[in-house]
């Protein structure tokens, strides 16, 4: 920013893409940024899995709390998505661990999956409401986005004896009794 006799604030940026750097050359470093940017790195075709292995073994000698192990390894998750090959060299990758970063690297994976499955049976629940009762409000629709995972498997059952929205509120404040 500035005026014609005065530069008030200016900004100089360092321009880095990741799609240069070789993701070899982070892996020592024990840094969460560096566990979660080589999964955006300049990567073969055919390291795509030992990348989403490596960036998860890095992840796990980190010792980091488990909000953030989950935000890193989600990135990484997002960002370097496997077929089912890959995922099967993926798997192969991570049994090469030492037992301890195996067992947290399968903590995150594992927490990934559970995340798709709840997320699965939600939108399939939700698609049955919709069918079966009509649409639902956004503040019914939010009270069962936050049931758990038990919740949703007994709505499931439950909605088959629904005829209309009134049993399926009926049914939620019966939870909260």
């Known amino acids: 920013m500035e005026f014609p006799d005065k530069n008030v604030l200016e900004f100089n940026y360092g321009v880095v893409q990741l799609n240069q750097l070789n993701w070899r050359d982070f892996l020592q470093q024990e840094n969460p ?84 499955i709840q997320k699965g049976k939600l939108e399939i629940i939700m698609r049955q409401i919709n069918r079966k009762v009509g649409a639902v409000t956004p503040e019914l629709e939010e009270r069962i986005r936050q049931l758990s995972t038990t919740q949703l498997e007994d709505l499931a059952e439950a909605l088959l004896d629904f005829s209309n929205a009134s049993d399926l509120v009926a049914w939620l404040n019966g939870l909260e009794e």
């Open 33 to 116: 940024v560096a566990s979660a940017l080589m999964a955006k790195m300049n990567i073969a075709p055919s390291e795509r899995p030992r990348v989403k292995a490596e960036c998860l073994r890095l992840l796990a000698t980190l010792r980091l709390d488990p909000a953030r192990m989950k935000m890193i390894g989600g990135f990484v998750d997002t960002y370097l998505k496997l077929n089912a090959a890959e995922e099967e060299i993926f798997q192969t990758e991570i049994a090469k661990f030492e037992v301890a970063k195996q067992e947290v690297v399968m903590e995150i994976v594992t927490s990934w999956e559970l995340k798709g």
